[in-house]
């Protein structure tokens, strides 16, 4: 008898590697087409996004903050929901780690000013996703068309109120800079081999994220329900799991974890809040989710081979004129598209595979 249904190693393992194998076909053939050698251009990536340990620090600075977009993406996603609004989420949660800065950074000591600072991100994050889960559960809105709306409100908004606090006699649209006691902790104290790079225990702190959300998700009862409510919401309404409730509380954690990207890019780089720090992060936690097949593991993956197109497509395009900087963001788009649109291309292919081997 013919089974239809692909083991757990297929869907978590080959499934991915295919799909990105096949965007990575498409970049080399790209870059060909640039008058470029895609295996020297790939060398070079790798050697200075992973080899090179200044390049490595560099590629887990950046996977640190899309850790916690994947993780955004991937919990409301375990609830059956499409959270798109990470990017605004993010931005909102930069807002209430500024405020909470501006307005402790001169008093606090460094133990206390980190921890509150990352309270109030996660606060704004999970409060700026709180009205479109409510507007789901109570309303029946679909979630992604109100979290893309709200990416653009929060846009609107952080351009009027980053505008009012810009420091007198200062032209560049940022916020002042935070008291040294708001810095981030960086690795590089610890391991000087990583050179002068922005890594910090931002990085440690989302590792320690993954883990909770593993814990949570499928060692606790609480997890068992979200995972219900995303395989099936009328059998988990009936098993006793209020889905009203469940959809606004992944939302808030959703949005909390949205939220905390932010303490990476600003406590640990910038040191101030500036205009459309996000960058894409969020949207990027949307392929991290889906590449990632929302585990632990796969999101720590899919979050460093971001980072590394990022770290060594810089280098690259600075090594290979032809290539430019957009190339990457082509890729990006192209992994988004297998992993996504296109995840179960392969599918029927391997299922046929495995039933001839069992034949046989």
């Known amino acids: 008898m013919k089974k239809t249904e692909l083991p757990r190693w297929a869907t978590a393992f080959a499934l ?13 053939l790209v870059i060909h087409l640039l008058g470029e050698d895609p295996v020297e251009s790939l060398q070079i990536l790798i050697n200075s996004a992973i080899i090179n340990p200044e390049g ?13 977009t994947g993780l955004a993406v991937s919990i409301a996603m375990k609830a059956g929901l ?14 209430g780690l500024t405020l909470a800065m501006l307005a402790f950074d001169a008093t606090l000591p460094a133990w206390l000013l980190i921890p509150v600072a990352m309270v109030a991100a996660a ?17 029946g809105s679909h979630i992604v068309v109100t979290t893309i709306m709200f990416n653009f409100i929060a846009a609107s908004l952080m351009n009027f109120l980053i505008l009012k606090m810009i420091p007198e006699g200062e032209q560049n649209p940022a ?12 690795l590089n104290t610890l391991f000087p ?6 890594l910090n225990i931002g990085f440690l702190i989302a590792i320690a994220a993954l883990a909770i959300y593993g814990v949570m998700v499928w060692r606790s009862s609480w997890g068992y329900e979200l995972r219900a409510t995303g395989l099936n919401q009328d059998a988990a309404h009936y098993a006793g799991v209020s889905i009203g409730r469940m959809i606004i509380v992944a939302m808030l954690i959703s949005g909390a974890l949205a939220g905390l990207a932010a303490v990476n890019s600003i406590m640990g780089s910038t040191h101030y809040l500036s205009l459309n720090f996000p960058a894409g992060a969020g949207f990027v936690g949307i ?7 929302q585990h632990p593991v796969g999101i720590f993956l899919s979050a460093v081979l971001f980072g590394a ?13 032809n290539i430019p900087q957009e190339t990457f963001i082509f890729i990006q788009g192209l992994i988004i598209l297998f992993c996504g649109a296109m995840e179960n291309l392969y599918a029927p292919a391997i299922m046929k595979a495995i039933n001839l081997r069992r034949k046989g």
């Open 287 to 293: 392929a991290i989710a889906l590449m990632g097949r």
């Open 123 to 139: 606060v704004f994050g999970a409060l700026w996703a709180w009205l479109p889960a409510w507007l789901q559960a109570r309303r």
């Open 193 to 198: 081999i990583l050179g002068d790079t922005p």
């Open 16 to 28: 991915p590697v295919l799909n990105l194998v096949s965007a990575l076909l498409v970049a080399a």
């Open 56 to 68: 490595l620090s560099y590629t887990l600075f950046y996977a640190s903050t899309f850790i916690f």
């Open 175 to 186: 916020s002042r800079v935070f008291a040294e006691a708001a810095f981030m902790p960086r």
């Open 82 to 95: 499409f959270n798109i609004g990470a990017e605004g989420q993010m931005y909102i949660g930069g807002l």
């Open 309 to 321: 197109l990022i770290q060594g497509g810089f280098d690259l395009s600075l090594e290979k004129p």
